[in-house]
């Protein structure tokens, strides 16, 4: 049997890797080839570094998924998700109850946000909350008298999440495949990929006027009156790290001003510092009417997620529930008192610690790492902004082309970093860095030279 490592290593008899074969099924796996390489175990974490239950070290280089801003065995979470858990572990917000956690974070949020917002609501995961979103955009649109507005623009490469309405906006052919999806109503228009999408010739700003020129062109044909909102990740997380060209997000929201449509920026991976300022909404100059945001709002230490949302958006939500009598959606756990406090001691440590300028110094520190091998066989692309990046692998520069199938030389040098001990993530043949915010530049260094290994190990053995 074969670890994703490459190296021979036999599964024994009821360890940890035999129990997890048997009794654990998946996600985002192949199920199958977990039968016969079984999992990496991780036991413990402690900054930007996991341990795996051999001892074996790794750098965290995405942050498990994206999340852990803060790094791994904070004491300070540790002590607030104590405290709150003794005081009072759980409670609810249906039907009028609140407490202190998620009051404080709603005000936080509300009060930290970029642009003006209104209110915060509170779910679980980043599916949850965009499906929430949907939901209350049909919601209002129903409360305006407007019944027929209830089409959502999405992008290819998009990823907002696997429940049924979230994966139907998320653009990636694996969360459609097989599982009939996506909903109707849903409606796709381009990514702001320049590196693989632009035409031949064509400067960014020439690319972002042909995006928005489809994306009116899409709204035309299916009816303004028809198209209630346009969700989009700042940067885009799962679907390559695509940052947009010039000029993309100004000619973008200029087209959803024309025909009065709302913006709903998914900061699930954005917020908190990853782009180089708290949101991405403030690094591409974002006017939203709601930002979803999880994962680094709580480092993904305990699942929360919140909807924050202007005045515009929660008003008619707000009176449609004083004509029903209700507003009949909600979480069990939305907004649960040990994850809100959790959430509300991680928000604080990111500002306290300034880890937003840490992710600019090490961000660049990395972006310039990563860019320093560009003269490599096997670099096609480097991209992204703040601490967040991605390097496109290729195996013909000048056709922009891997090895077949898709994804093989990816897998190999994901394969090939974890041997080398790091835990990074390959999204086709594009390898992403998104580390805590915490890393420091000399662990950015330790990063570039275990990559830059790989690279060579990579390149003599195909
Ligand atoms: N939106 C974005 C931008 C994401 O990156 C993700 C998760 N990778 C989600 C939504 C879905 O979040 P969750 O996995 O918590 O449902």
């Known amino acids: 049997t074969t670890s994703t490592s490459d190296t021979v290593s036999p599964v024994a008899p009821n360890s940890a890797e035999a129990r997890d074969i048997a009794y654990h099924l998946h996600a985002y796996t192949n199920a199958r080839k977990h039968e016969e390489i079984g999992p990496l175990v991780i036991d413990r974490g402690e ?79 980043g599916s949850e909350a965009n499906d929430t979103v949907l939901k209350m955009i049909w919601y209002r649109s129903n409360a305006l008298g407007q019944p027929e507005r209830k089409k959502v623009i999405a992008r290819e490469r998009a990823y907002h999440g696997v429940t049924i309405a979230s994966a139907s906006l998320t653009g990636l052919p694996n969360n459609h495949k097989s599982f009939d999806l996506p909903l109707a109503g ?85 917020g908190f510092g990853r782009t180089g300022r708290m ?28 909807i924050i949302a202007n005045e515009r958006f929660v008003a008619p939500i707000m009176d449609q529930s004083n004509t029903i009598g209700t507003f009949g959606h909600g979480f069990t756990a939305g907004g649960h008192p040990v994850a809100a406090a959790v959430a509300l001691e991680n928000v604080r440590i990111i500002e306290e610690e300034g880890l937003v300028a840490n992710a600019v110094a090490s961000g660049r520190r990395l972006l310039e790492g990563l860019h320093a091998l560009a003269g490599h066989p096997l670099v096609g692309e480097v991209r992204g902004v703040g601490l967040i990046a991605a390097v496109e692998l290729v195996t013909d520069k000048a056709a922009k082309k891997a090895l077949e199938p898709a994804g093989t030389l990816g897998g190999l040098v ?43 190990t990579v390149a003599k053995q195909i």
């Open 279 to 306: 949101f991405g909404t403030e690094t591409f100059n974002l006017k939203p009417d709601v930002m979803v945001v999880s994962k680094a709002l709580s480092s993904s230490y305990l699942p929360i997620s919140a």
């Open 47 to 125: 900054g930007i570094h996991v341990f795996d239950h051999a001892g074996n070290r790794y750098i965290e280089a995405m942050a498990g998924l994206w999340s852990v801003a803060v790094g791994f065995g904070d004491k300070r979470l540790a002590a607030a998700a104590a405290r709150q858990f003794e005081k009072l572990p759980y409670y609810h917000d249906f039907t009028h109850k609140s407490h202190g956690p998620v009051i404080d974070l709603a005000e936080k949020l509300v009060s930290m946000a970029p642009v003006p917002m209104s209110k915060a609501f509170f779910t679980n995961s």
């Open 186 to 270: 849903i409606l796709r228009t381009g990514s702001p990929h320049f590196w693989r999408d632009a035409l031949p010739g064509e400067t960014e700003e020439a690319f972002a006027t042909r995006r928005a020129d489809e994306l009116e062109q899409l709204i035309l044909a299916e009816g303004p009156e028809t198209v209630a909102a346009f969700f989009a990740e700042p940067v885009m997380g799962a679907g390559g790290v695509i940052v947009p060209p010039a000029t993309y997000w100004d000619k973008i929201q200029a087209v959803l001003r024309k025909y009065d449509i709302l913006f709903v920026a998914d900061e699930v991976i954005c």
């Open 414 to 456: 994901n394969a090939g970093l974890q041997a080398n001990g790091v835990i990074s993530r390959a999204m086709g043949d594009a390898i992403a860095f998104c580390p805590p915010l915490i890393i420091t530049e000399s662990e950015v260094d330790d990063l570039l030279s275990r990559f830059a290994l790989t690279l060579d």
